[in-house]
């Protein structure tokens, strides 16, 4: 499993009721229902994606989670999980506040593109970091928004989100006691658990 | 009219006849005394009578889903591209059972059966059947078979309305339903619809209210109207456009009615053709099912507390340029099974065909259907072990 992935495991309780916004082909959903007996539903629009899901036993939806999620009631999942997927959306503020209102809590894992590695890169190079884990160029990227481990803090202030707990990874899901300290400077991936 | 059989056709196929004594009560309030069944099955049946796919048919189906008659056959069944040995409905995992529904015209008790009280064609006096009806002879028919639970029922807009009418009545007895272009009651423009297709046929003068056959006539023009109606509905703009275009049958404007565009030719020949294999009263009673569908009318409008009932699992499937039974008709079941907890996978395949893309084998269509098809086999067979 991708270490995001292994990581918010810990902190999912079983039996719950979970929503999977760009599940993918559907590692970490699949392995809470397995293993939490969770219930819960991916959205994809992958069509590879969704026929992956559709092989496991994965309920999965066809959705486009930028044409709106108002056909999902409020507070109706225990949790909405997000991983890797949020600096794809339009608008990641409006998206959080939906997630925010479907799902009593809310899991969300990004890139951190305030690490030392992104930041040498675009100092030094004066180009956009192309790297393994962002293996893009600026104009053919799906990420279309870059934002930092404090970016993310700070909206989450601005908007009165309670951060229940975080963490901050490296590639190879180590978290030293330097990424600990320093997340905005050295974590490649940050992980926010958040509710209202 | 295939010279070898395809590989991976059921090949040839006969159909067999179910007589039912015990009366059925309808919904309408009438009661059908006895009455029969033409159906047709492909593949085997496993020991555990495990392995059974019921599929039930759209308003103008019937029982030759798959397969040919006779080899002098021009086409095969109309589900032909979707069930066969290898195909996304594999006949070589599952026993496939495809029925005509009570009040058709194809084999099954229907207007143009006899009445055995009068000794007459039923005609006008066949009793209004319902997708709920339909559901419960289609219970006889498993029962009749040996079938206790299917491992998936599987249908396209009539048909689909009649799978999820299955998951509510009977939710033990089907593991999967496969809902396909569909809606959990029509819309009221689709009412529409239906409505100017009835007129039609009972505005044209060869109706005789309903007893055509008794006055040696068929009310061709009314029917073949009505088809051509529905026709057009079940096309995309882009499929037709497509298709015909502005495409002329001159080379010049002829300023008359005769047919000027090869569209106007089409319609017509399709409508013809249609008039040929079909009953105007079976036709109008099909539609009557469609309408009256509507089992949230149940729950007071709420859908998913009626399918709250299901046990089985879903998959909903719609296609982009179908605007008969659109995505978001699909989506109202998707959202009511999510409301409900039901397990449930739902795909809106990229199609250009309209509503008839149901019908077509679509690769991504037909990839969704076997991949999920594929796992209830898997389950089928490690329960039998």
Redesign the interface.
């Known amino acids: 499993m991708r270490s995001d992935l292994e990581m918010i495991d810990e902190w999912i309780q079983p039996n719950i009721?979970v929503l999977d916004l760009a599940c993918g082909p559907g590692e970490l959903l699949h392995h809470l229902i397995q293993n939490k007996k969770v219930?819960g539903?991916g959205l994809e629009i992958g069509?590879d994606d969704?026929?992956t899901?559709?092989?496991k036993?994965?309920?999965?939806?066809?959705?486009n989670i930028d044409e709106g999620l108002q056909?999902?009631?409020d507070q109706?999942f225990d949790l909405v999980l997000m991983t890797h997927a949020l600096q794809q959306f339009r608008r990641p503020d409006l998206l959080i506040d939906e997630m925010l209102r479907i799902g009593k809590e809310c899991i969300i894992t990004f890139p951190n593109f305030g690490h030392w590695r992104s930041r040498l890169h675009l100092a030094l190079k004066g180009r956009m970091p192309v790297s393994d884990f962002l293996p893009y160029n600026w104009y053919d990227t799906p990420n279309i928004h870059f934002f930092t481990f404090q970016d993310f803090e700070r909206l989450c202030h601005e908007k009165n989100i309670k951060i229940l707990r975080w963490a901050a990874v490296d590639g190879h899901l180590k978290d030293h006691w330097w990424i600990r300290s320093m997340p905005n400077l050295f974590s490649e991936t940050a992980i926010f658990h958040i509710s209202r | 009219m295939p010279d070898v059989i395809p590989a991976d056709s059921v090949g040839i196929v006969t159909p067999q006849i179910a007589q039912f004594d015990t009366p059925l009560a309808l919904s309408c309030g009438q009661t059908l005394s006895s009455y029969q069944l033409v159906y047709e099955t492909y593949g085997t049946l496993n020991k555990n009578a495990s392995n059974a796919i019921l599929i039930c048919h759209a308003l103008s189906g019937d029982h030759h889903a798959a397969g040919y008659h006779t080899m002098s056959d021009t086409k095969p069944g109309w589900w032909d591209t979707a069930i066969g040995p290898g195909k996304a409905i594999d006949t070589n995992k599952f026993f496939v059972i495809a029925l005509n529904n009570l009040g058709g015209c194809c084999g099954s008790t229907g207007p143009t059966s006899i009445n055995p009280e009068t000794g007459q064609r039923w005609e006008a006096s066949f009793p209004i059947v319902t997708v709920e009806d339909w559901v419960e002879s289609q219970a006889r028919l498993a029962d009749l078979l040996g079938i206790q639970t299917f491992a998936a029922i599987v249908g396209g807009s009539l048909g689909g309305m009649q799978v999820l009418e299955w998951s509510i009545r009977f939710p033990t007895r089907l593991k999967s339903a496969v809902i396909v272009a569909s809606a959990p009651k029509l819309s009221t423009q689709n009412i529409a619809f239906n409505e100017v297709a009835r007129q039609s046929i009972r505005r044209d003068p060869d109706f005789f209210d309903g007893n055509y056959l008794e006055n040696n006539s068929v009310p061709t023009n009314g029917l073949g109207l009505a088809r051509m109606l529905g026709h057009i509905t079940y096309l995309s703009d882009d499929a037709m456009g497509a298709k015909f275009g502005r495409q002329m049958r001159h080379d010049s404007y002829q300023y008359n009615y005769g047919i000027e565009f090869e569209v106007e030719s089409y319609l017509r020949y399709q409508g013809e053709a249609f008039t040929k294999r079909f009953d105007a009263n079976t036709y109008m009673l099909m539609t009557k099912a469609l309408d009256y569908f509507d089992p949230a009318s149940q729950t007071n409008g709420d859908l998913s507390a009626v399918l709250s009932r299901a046990q089985c699992?879903f998959?909903l499937v719609s296609f982009t340029t179908d605007w008969r039974f659109a995505p978001e008709r699909s989506?109202e079941i998707?959202?009511a099974l999510?409301?409900a907890?039901k397990?449930?996978?739902?795909?809106?395949i990229e199609a250009t065909e309209g509503h008839d893309a149901f019908l077509f084998p679509i690769p991504?269509y037909m990839?969704?259907l076997s991949?999920?098809l594929?796992?209830i086999a898997s389950n089928v067979t490690t329960e039998t072990l």
């Open positions: 009721r219930s539903y069509p969704l026929n899901c559709i092989k036993g994965i309920p999965v939806l066809e959705q056909n999902f009631d109706s | 699992e998959l989506e998707v959202n999510v409301k907890g397990l449930v996978s739902y795909a809106k991504r990839a969704v991949t999920f594929t796992r």
